[in-house]
């Protein structure tokens, strides 16, 4: 009891420093599980948190067999690795063999210290408080976690990320094996720099796979053959907005699932640098696109591309003024009030309202027009008489109540309050976006979603009531009748498209340029201007930003284009060869250099139910006949021992299939 007392003591004292454990860079991914943005960590390394659930299970059978055959059963420590190193210490005199389990490699990654008898006693007795802590699932996906690959990667799934492309959820025989050898030799064996060494150290890994029976000679000839990687930077879609998912998940998570989709961003990110490019070395562009039944965000383009002036700015989240873009809120809170419904009158002269005066962009009056015209052609005075019949207190209060933050100048008169209705406020484009989400949805406002968890909740929960369904339907109405911009034809006389049913803004000075709208089933945000807020020279709303709401809508309607989640490059086991449909017989079960599990051995067995394609087939084990079950007609195989075998089918033509397995007997 003392000396557990002692032990307990000592462990609580001197516990393991898991510092590194607890650091590693965050990765957003797209809704389909396409890779977004990473973050580094301390000095610049990429250390990316393992997911066992989506690494290749092979690979994992493969790195234990290779470093730690006894992995799942010892307590940290192989007393028989011990014994077999002290050993062959003994006999050779000097030390030829560690007797390093996969967790003291883990410790040794935890805390580094130099390779002496002294770190070794150590890396021991911190192998066995981390036994006590984590399961072993843990503590090998922490050592997946933390291994080093050469350079500035650590961890499995930044190594295949940045060597092969592809996340190591699928790995080719070549790709497990370079994989396994690099941890222990990174900077000697680095694939894109010593590529001899790479090839030498794969080899070797091939080689002790095959004298444990774990592959088949043609399998290990192919994987040598495999040709050496180099070196790939990682991708980097939705750059602001994947960086703040990032930032913002859990530190346990190894990734967080976005609700952009990569393929959709991929198809705006090169619109939004083209209308930067065509505005002005200074310009640069945002684009918003939302799901409206989830809330869920499509895609998030921050800027018009970080090489531009204020490009590293995410300009969704930027306070900027909304020109004219909040007009048909001042309309549909109007006509749910009663005060006017479309058709009703409002006059368009020079009129006062203390010291405010309001006018029309064009300056021209045009006397008595309707609400449904002053809203299609973003009459200035109609809308600011509108907004002081509702009052722009009660009207910023209704904003703010659905979610929004408009802020507003902190001293102004209760007359300048009507600037209001022209952009006299900042909102940043994602309340707008959330605004036009509220309309498209019969007047509930419901926050945005940037999670797949957060899009799955958003249909089940009530929102907050911005407005009336009908309300709201009558604003959209009117709005599907603004004509569209110069060049393109109006909806109503082209098959197939859904009338836009949008409003542009123009700030003070020709600072922002907007366009929001209601295409389909997402609403769409635009803005150009500059990071900077300062005035451009006649860029309107209807000149700068609405061309690129319809080429976003025209990107909405087609076909996936882009980045599918990242897969391996190689085809499947199965799909790497079409042979011809006269090649002779191909094995289907069981593949050639397969491990078969057996419940049972002997004639009682189960046995396993052998396919394969061919015509006239005739089935032999070791060269003997097996002969067809003769109720199901199918040819079952009852190994009497476990060990290797050698399947063979042969057709009619005395073509053979070959396949060399192992069975293993037990659970």
């Known amino acids: 009891m003392a000396a557990e007392a002692a032990v307990f003591a000592l462990d609580a004292l001197l516990p393991p420093n898991l510092a590194r454990a607890e650091r590693s860079s965050p990765v957003a991914l797209d809704r389909r599980g396409a890779w977004l943005r990473a973050l580094p960590v301390e000095n610049g390394r990429w250390r990316i948190r393992a997911d066992l659930s989506r690494t290749d299970p092979t690979f994992l059978s493969r790195v234990i067999?290779?470093?730690?055959?006894?992995?799942?059963?010892?307590?940290?420590?192989?007393?028989?690795?011990?014994?077999?190193?002290?050993?062959?210490?003994?006999?050779?005199?000097?030390?030829?063999?560690?007797?390093?389990?996969?967790?003291?490699?883990?410790?040794?990654?935890?805390?580094?210290?130099?390779?002496?008898?002294?770190?070794?006693?150590?890396?021991?007795?911190?192998?066995?408080?981390?036994?006590?802590?984590?399961?072993?699932?843990?503590?090998?996906?922490?050592?997946?976690?933390?291994?080093?690959?050469?350079?500035?990667?650590?961890?499995?799934?930044?190594?295949?990320?940045?060597?092969?492309?592809?996340?190591?959820?699928?790995?080719?025989?070549?790709?497990?094996?370079?994989?396994?050898?690099?941890?222990?030799?990174?900077?000697?064996?680095?694939?894109?720099?010593?590529?001899e060494a790479a090839r030498a150290a794969r080899r070797q890994v091939l080689d002790k796979l095959g004298r444990a029976g774990a592959i088949a000679e043609p399998a290990a000839a192919e994987a040598e053959a495999e040709p050496l990687p180099g070196r790939a930077p990682f991708p980097a879609l939705a750059w602001h907005a994947a960086g703040e998912l990032a930032r913002a998940a859990p530190r346990r998570e190894a990734s967080v699932i976005s609700t952009i989709d990569a393929g959709l961003q991929a198809r705006l990110e090169p619109l939004a640098e083209a209308a930067a490019r065509t505005q002005g070395p200074e310009a640069t562009a945002a684009i918003l696109v939302v799901d409206v039944r989830t809330r869920a965000v499509r895609a998030a383009v921050g800027s018009g591309g970080r090489a531009r002036p204020g490009g590293w700015i995410d300009m969704t989240r930027a306070l900027r003024s909304p020109g004219s873009t909040l007009k048909p809120f001042i309309y549909a809170f109007a006509f749910e009030q009663g005060l006017a419904a479309p058709d009703t009158e409002i006059r368009d002269t020079a009129t006062r309202f203390a010291d405010y005066q309001p006018e029309n962009f064009d300056r021209v009056f045009h006397g008595k027009v309707t609400a449904r015209e002053a809203l299609i052609h973003s009459l200035n005075v109609p809308a600011v008489v509108t907004l002081d019949r509702i009052g722009p207190d009660a009207f910023a209060a209704r904003i703010a109540a659905a979610g929004a933050n408009l802020v507003r100048p902190q001293v102004e008169s209760r007359a300048a309050g009507l600037a209001l209705a022209l952009g006299g406020a900042g909102l940043s484009l994602r309340d707008l976006a959330l605004l036009y989400a509220a309309l498209a949805d019969g007047g509930v406002a419901k926050p945005l979603a940037w999670t797949e968890a957060e899009a799955a909740k958003r249909p089940r929960q009530p929102g907050d009531r911005l407005v009336r369904a009908e309300a709201a339907r009558q604003v959209l109405d009117i709005l599907r009748e603004t004509p569209p911009p110069d060049g393109r034809t109006p909806a109503a006389l082209t098959a197939g498209r859904p009338a836009i049913a949008y409003k542009t803004g123009t700030s003070y000075g020709f600072r922002d340029a907007l366009a929001a709208g209601v295409v389909g089933d997402h609403v769409v945000?635009?803005?150009?201007?500059?990071?900077?807020?300062?005035?451009?020279?006649?860029?309107?709303?209807?000149?700068?930003?609405?061309?690129?709401?319809?080429?976003?809508?025209?990107?909405?309607?087609?076909?996936?284009?882009?980045?599918?989640?990242?897969?391996?490059?190689?085809?499947?086991?199965?799909?790497?060869?079409?042979?011809?449909?006269?090649?002779?017989?191909?094995?289907?079960?069981?593949?050639?250099?397969?491990?078969?599990?057996?419940?049972?051995?002997?004639?009682?067995?189960?046995?396993?139910?052998?396919?394969?394609?061919?015509?006239?087939?005739s089935w032999y084990v070791n060269g003997s006949p097996l002969s067809a079950d003769p109720v199901s007609g199918k040819v079952i195989w009852r190994p009497r021992a476990a060990g290797f075998y050698q399947l063979s089918a042969v057709d009619a033509q005395g073509r053979a299939a070959k396949a060399r397995v192992r069975v293993k007997a037990g659970g």
């Open 65 to 195: 067999q290779v470093e730690d055959a006894r992995f799942w059963l010892h307590p940290g420590v192989d007393p028989l690795a011990v014994a077999r190193a002290a050993g062959s210490a003994a006999l050779s005199g000097r030390i030829s063999s560690g007797a390093s389990t996969l967790t003291m490699q883990t410790a040794r990654l935890l805390e580094p210290r130099p390779r002496n008898l002294a770190s070794k006693l150590i890396e021991m007795w911190r192998a066995l408080q981390l036994e006590a802590r984590y399961s072993k699932r843990e503590i090998l996906a922490l050592y997946l976690t933390l291994a080093p690959y050469g350079g500035n990667l650590e961890g499995v799934r930044a190594a295949s990320l940045s060597y092969f492309g592809h996340e190591p959820e699928s790995l080719t025989t070549g790709e497990q094996a370079l994989l396994i050898a690099l941890p222990q030799s990174p900077e000697a064996r680095r694939p894109d720099r010593r590529p």
């Open 525 to 617: 945000v635009v803005w150009t201007g500059r990071a900077d807020g300062g005035a451009r020279g006649g860029l309107t709303g209807r000149d700068a930003a609405l061309p690129l709401l319809f080429d976003v809508a025209d990107r909405l309607r087609a076909p996936p284009a882009a980045p599918r989640p990242i897969a391996p490059k190689a085809a499947p086991r199965a799909l790497r060869r079409l042979e011809a449909n006269d090649a002779g017989p191909r094995l289907i079960f069981p593949p050639d250099g397969a491990t078969l599990q057996a419940d049972a051995l002997g004639a009682s067995a189960r046995g396993f139910a052998l396919a394969a394609e061919g015509k006239g087939l």
